[in-house]
């Protein structure tokens, strides 16, 4: 499927609840883009599994993409690190 859509959603379980392609979709179409997007998020991504997905997908080279919304990357503070 990788030449149907023109948006995808890139990222963990927060982008996978957070973006209903066709929500999207329609919203996009009110305001007169026609866009077809998908929704890559995946449960238990993190930064690098994100990084790695990019990489793959535009090595695809799919022929309709013409946008990427990424998760941005979360940097947590290890519970263990001292505070000063």
């Known amino acids: 499927?990788?030449?149907e859509y023109d948006l995808l959603f890139v990222g963990s379980s927060a982008?996978?609840?957070n973006y209903v392609p066709?929500?999207?979709d329609a919203g996009l179409a009110?305001?007169?883009l026609d866009v077809t997007s998908f929704n890559f998020g995946v449960v238990g991504f993190r930064s690098f599994e994100t990084d790695f997905?990019?990489?793959w997908i535009l090595d695809q080279k799919p022929a309709r993409l013409?946008?990427?919304v990424?998760?941005?990357p979360t940097f947590e503070r290890y519970e263990g690190q001292p505070t000063s």
């Open 1 to 3: 499927h990788k030449d």
């Open 15 to 17: 982008t996978f609840r």
């Open 22 to 24: 066709e929500v999207v």
């Open 30 to 32: 009110e305001q007169g």
């Open 53 to 55: 997905m990019v990489k």
């Open 66 to 68: 013409r946008w990427m």
């Open 70 to 72: 990424l998760e941005p």
